[in-house]
């Protein structure tokens, strides 16, 4: 298992219910999957998998980065628009190739995690204020980059990497993969990933521990909105486009979804990272299989709803405990 | 909150207290003299700024975000936060238009019982169930929104109203003011009463200030959570109505992002997201400022879109971290 929590003890109610609260999210699309064995023709072609992971990467990428956030007992808005500055400074830099074009994409969301970073750590502004604000900004000054405007990328290496695979697996999953493996690290094997958490628990408890919360909290916001740079170039690769007016828009929902129904409490205090990646692909698999159904955008919107409620309320056992 | 502790400081000096009473009525008030300011240079720069029908078309177009935000302010008072509310808000101008042609009363009933009830089921599942409002409110947001789609066929039918007298609700003036404005206005007012006056009103600072000391004095914590919800459902599809009713329709695309201008304009007009401290008069000014900037922005012209989510997106920042050092400095 690859989380770590600060001492959360499950009451006791019975071993089944415990088991159910804490893999609920596993549960829940082994549940999905099954239904769709018997169900939907075709769900388990290996092409309609790979679409399903290819589609999941930008929200799971983000949500990573989001998982951290919370994990403080934070929340970051902004990560849309980050994804929208990272596409809109692509056709800037594309003519230096992919890596230099990747780093500089990078490089605009960690300056933008570190506006956020600055104003949560130092100041002591509200996350989810703070994040609103930049988030506002931030999309407006995607959109002045790009002078209103959509750019098609031709640079064949980006495209390649929206489009292309590795012994049948799309390099923008494999990105993923990497990313998951590397944040679930950072989050269980680091002092930096106990330290992160331990703010989350009781910031003023870390304070008194003498750990240096203010770095530690605005590299957690570096992190996210560099983690969200990359959900942007590879949005952008996909899309084959920069669209700086659409891309990324209200993702900041959706990852933050993931990371709840994957079993984080917003409360702060724990991070779990395959949790975040189940919520993401629970989330995908529920969209998937309501649009292979016909089912009306609107209903699908409602059982979405239902089902968020559902998961976080099986889990809410733990998050009380904090 | 940041308590600051001076052990060796001995009794307060008066400089100290004076410093620390400017420091608090800023933060109160601050978005108030920061939209005096605006409305001094905007009437000096522009000359189209300072006249009545500006001020009234500015005011209209507050009026459905001053009643969204007095609901947002009674949730944030109690550490809470309602995203579901531009959600709500499309939902209750639909219904609204759906209900006009049962007349006047069908247009208001419709939509407030529906999102009344929606406010009801969030309440009862933050309240009663310990559930938290960041996440099922985003629920609401997204469910609700599913439900404006199905009524009306996807989004792609927009109910018209044709009620002469729901139209007069949304359009009609008295003295020169659009019924909107009043409406907000009376809205403001009954809420601020029944903030500062009654029990129920002190019971949402008290939950909104230490959960666990209001359970321990013996408050109804869980009903006081559950109430604001509903109170915030509510407001929003009153909102949404009286919108229905000035644009003559139900359009199922108004109010995304909504939520976060209310949580904005609540921020702004110094309530703290984590409870306990604020108000509507706090809450009318932040409206108003958002609103007066926006047309400030618009008076200029020849600003783009873009350019102009910058500059709010810019101020927002700025006036959260003035807040935020402001309320550093006191001893709370």
């Given at each position: 298992m690859?989380?770590?929590?600060?001492?959360?003890?499950?009451?006791?109610?019975?071993?089944?219910?415990?088991?159910f609260?804490?893999y609920?999210?596993?549960?829940?699309i082994?549940?999905?999957?099954?239904?769709n064995?018997?169900?939907?023709p075709?769900?388990?072609?290996i092409?309609?998998?790979?679409?399903?992971?290819?589609?999941?990467?930008?929200?799971l990428?983000?949500?990573?980065g989001?998982?951290?956030?919370?994990?403080?007992?934070?929340?970051?808005?902004?990560?849309?628009?980050?994804?929208?500055?990272a596409?809109?400074?692509?056709?800037?830099?594309?003519?230096?190739?992919?890596?230099?074009?990747?780093?500089?994409a990078?490089?605009v969301?960690?300056?933008?995690?570190?506006?956020?970073?600055?104003?949560?750590?130092?100041?002591?502004?509200?996350?989810?204020?703070?994040?609103?604000?930049?988030?506002?900004?931030?999309?407006?000054?995607?959109?002045l980059?790009?002078?209103?405007?959509?750019?098609s990328?031709?640079?064949?290496?980006?495209?390649?990497?929206?489009?292309?695979?590795?012994?049948?697996?799309?390099?923008?999953?494999?990105?993923?993969?990497?990313?998951?493996?590397?944040?679930?690290?950072l989050?269980n094997?680091?002092?930096?990933?106990?330290?992160?958490?331990?703010?989350?628990?009781?910031?003023?408890?870390?304070?008194?521990?003498?750990?240096?919360?203010?770095?530690?909290?605005?590299?957690?916001?570096v992190?996210?909105?560099?983690?969200?740079?990359?959900?942007?170039?590879?949005?952008?690769?996909?899309?084959?486009?920069?669209?700086?007016?659409t891309?990324?828009?209200?993702?900041?929902?959706s990852?933050?979804?993931?990371?709840?129904?994957?079993?984080?409490?917003?409360?702060?205090g724990?991070?779990?990272?395959?949790?975040?990646?189940?919520?993401?692909?629970?989330?995908?698999?529920?969209?998937?299989?309501?649009?292979?159904?016909?089912?009306?955008?609107?209903?699908?919107?409602?059982?979405?709803?239902?089902?968020?409620?559902?998961a976080?309320?099986?889990?809410?056992?733990?998050?009380?405990?904090? | 909150?940041?308590?600051?502790?001076?052990?060796?400081?001995g009794?307060?000096?008066?400089?100290q207290v004076?410093?620390?009473?400017?420091?608090?009525?800023?933060?109160?008030?601050?978005?108030?003299?920061?939209?005096?300011?605006?409305?001094?240079?905007g009437?000096?720069a522009?000359?189209?700024?300072?006249t009545?029908?500006?001020?009234?078309?500015?005011?209209?177009?507050?009026?459905?975000?001053?009643?969204?935000?007095?609901g947002?302010?009674?949730?944030?008072?109690?550490?809470?936060?309602d995203?579901?509310?531009g959600?709500v808000?499309a939902?209750?101008?639909?219904?609204?238009?759906?209900?006009?042609?049962?007349g006047?009363?069908?247009?208001?009933?419709?939509?407030?019982?529906?999102?009344?009830?929606?406010?009801?089921?969030?309440?009862?599942?933050?309240?009663?169930?310990?559930?938290?409002?960041?996440?099922?409110?985003?629920?609401?947001?997204?469910?609700?929104?599913?439900?404006?789609?199905?009524?009306?066929?996807?989004?792609?039918?927009?109910?018209?109203?044709?009620?002469p007298?729901?139209?007069?609700?949304?359009?009609?003036?008295?003295?020169?003011?659009h019924?909107?404005?009043?409406?907000?206005?009376?809205?403001?007012?009954?809420?601020?009463?029944?903030?500062?006056?009654?029990?129920?009103?002190?019971?949402?600072?008290?939950?909104?200030?230490?959960?666990?000391?209001?359970?321990?004095?013996?408050?109804?914590v869980?009903?006081?959570?559950?109430?604001?919800?509903v109170?915030?459902g509510?407001?929003?599809?009153?909102?949404?109505?009286?919108?229905?009713?000035?644009?003559?329709?139900?359009?199922p695309?108004?109010?995304?992002?909504?939520?976060?201008?209310?949580?904005?304009?609540?921020?702004?007009g110094?309530?703290?997201?984590?409870?306990?401290?604020?108000?509507?008069?706090?809450?009318?000014?932040?409206?108003?400022?958002?609103?007066?900037?926006?047309?400030?922005?618009?008076?200029?012209?020849?600003?783009?879109?873009?350019?102009?989510?910058?500059?709010?997106?810019?101020?927002?920042?700025?006036?959260?971290?003035?807040?935020?050092?402001?309320?550093?400095?006191?001893?709370?």
């Open positions: 690859t989380q770590a929590t600060v001492s959360v003890s499950v009451p006791s109610r019975g071993s089944v219910l415990a088991v609260q804490k609920g999210v596993y549960f829940a082994v549940l999905l999957l099954a239904y064995l018997v169900a939907t075709n769900f388990f072609a092409d309609n998998f790979r679409t399903q992971f290819v589609q999941v990467v930008p929200v990428i983000v949500a990573l989001m998982a951290l956030v919370i994990g403080t007992e934070g929340i970051d808005l902004s990560v849309g628009a980050v994804m929208a500055l596409a809109a400074v692509i056709p800037l830099y594309v003519g230096y190739g992919l890596v230099p074009t990747l780093l500089i990078i490089l969301g960690a300056v933008i995690g570190a506006l956020n970073g600055s104003m949560v750590a130092f100041i002591g502004v509200q996350p989810i204020v703070a994040t609103l604000a930049v988030m506002v900004a931030g999309r407006g000054l995607a959109l980059i790009a002078n209103e405007q959509l750019k990328v031709t640079n064949p290496q980006i495209l390649a990497l929206g489009r292309d695979s590795v012994l049948g697996v799309p390099y923008s999953v494999l990105i993923a993969a990497v990313l998951v493996g590397a944040v679930a690290i989050v094997r680091t002092t930096f990933g106990k330290q992160l958490i331990a703010i989350g628990g009781s910031r003023r408890a870390a304070e008194l521990a003498g750990l240096p919360v203010k770095r530690i909290l605005l590299l957690v916001y992190l996210a909105a560099a983690l969200a740079a990359v959900a942007g170039v590879i949005g952008t690769a996909r899309l084959g486009a920069s669209v700086p007016s891309l990324g828009n209200l993702i900041e929902l990852a933050i979804t993931a990371v709840v129904v994957g079993g984080t409490p917003l409360s702060g724990q991070v779990k990272v395959l949790g975040t990646l189940a919520g993401a692909l629970l989330l995908q698999f529920i969209s998937a299989t309501l649009i292979k159904h016909n089912v009306p955008d609107a209903y699908s919107q409602v059982a979405q709803a239902i089902i968020i409620l559902v976080v309320y099986i889990q809410r056992g733990k998050a009380r405990v904090k | 909150m940041t308590t600051t502790f001076e052990p060796a400081a009794p307060a000096t008066d400089s004076g410093r620390e009473r400017l420091a608090s009525l800023l933060q109160s008030y601050g978005a108030a003299i920061v939209l005096v300011i605006l409305l001094i240079v009437s000096i522009f000359p189209t700024f300072a009545g029908s500006n001020f009234s078309n500015i005011l209209t177009q507050s009026s459905f975000l001053l009643i969204v935000g007095a947002m302010t009674f949730v944030i008072l109690t550490g809470g936060i995203l579901s509310v959600s808000f939902l209750g101008g639909v219904l609204a238009a759906y209900g006009s042609s049962f006047l009363l069908g247009a208001l009933l419709f939509p407030l019982v529906v999102c009344g009830a929606i406010g009801a089921l969030q309440g009862f599942l933050i309240a009663h169930a310990g559930m938290a409002p960041f996440i099922v409110t985003l629920a609401g947001l997204l469910g609700v929104r599913g439900l404006v789609l199905a009524t009306t066929d996807g989004g792609s039918a927009t109910p018209l109203i044709t009620d007298v729901v139209v007069a609700l949304g359009q009609g003036q008295v003295l020169g003011i019924w909107p404005v009043l409406i907000a206005i009376v809205v403001i007012v009954l809420g601020s009463v029944l903030l500062a006056r009654t029990r129920g009103g002190q019971s949402v600072y008290a939950v909104g200030g230490s959960e666990s000391a209001s359970t321990l004095m013996g408050l109804p869980a009903r006081v959570k559950f109430t604001v919800y109170l915030s509510l407001c929003a599809g009153l909102a949404g109505a009286l919108n229905a009713a000035y644009s003559s329709s139900g359009v695309t108004v109010g995304v992002g909504l939520e976060l201008n209310a949580i904005s304009a609540v921020v702004i110094g309530t703290l997201l984590v409870g306990g401290r604020g108000n509507l008069v706090g809450t009318v000014a932040g409206v108003l400022l958002l609103s007066v900037i926006q047309n400030l922005i618009n008076q200029v012209g020849s600003l783009s879109s873009s350019v102009q989510a910058v500059v709010s997106g810019a101020f927002l920042a700025i006036v959260v971290i003035i807040q935020t050092v402001l309320s550093r400095t006191q001893r709370l």
